[in-house]
């Protein structure tokens, strides 16, 4: 199959794989479209937010924005999750942290010289 035909596909989820890279059709584990190389297009606003919806009442600390992009993300997240004492995870571009550690990690963001925006009350 082609790289054209499997981008007219529209394949964004698949039970056998999970989701799926909408450029090269692929698993997102497998991508080959996205260089690691190259520095992650974002709005340059790194936003902080506390989140309970969904998770049976349990606070989660979920940073997004962050202009960093695979390896260097998931080592920023390991120093985050270090830092606060407690486990989470990195997917998707997203840091989740178990608890709520804003101001924690908004002072730890602030040392790297991003915009950071603390959002969502």
């Not at 080959?32 to 974002?42: G, H, M, S, Y």
Request: hydrophobic content about 25%; overall charge positive.
């Amino acid at each position: 199959m082609s790289r054209k035909k499997n981008l007219q596909s529209g394949v964004v989820y698949s039970t056998d794989h999970g989701r799926m890279c909408p450029g090269c059709a692929r698993p997102v584990s497998q991508c080959i479209c996205q260089d690691e190389t190259q520095p992650v297009t974002r709005d340059s606003i790194v936003r902080v937010r506390r989140e309970t919806k969904g998770r049976k009442g349990k606070d989660v600390t979920v940073i997004t924005g962050v202009p960093l992009s695979g390896k260097e993300l998931k080592e920023l997240g390991r120093q985050l999750k270090a830092k606060c004492g407690s486990g989470g995870t990195v997917k998707d571009g997203v840091i989740e942290i178990q608890g709520n550690h804003r101001d924690l990690v908004v002072d730890e963001l602030g040392k790297n010289g991003w915009t950071i925006q603390r959002s969502g009350g």
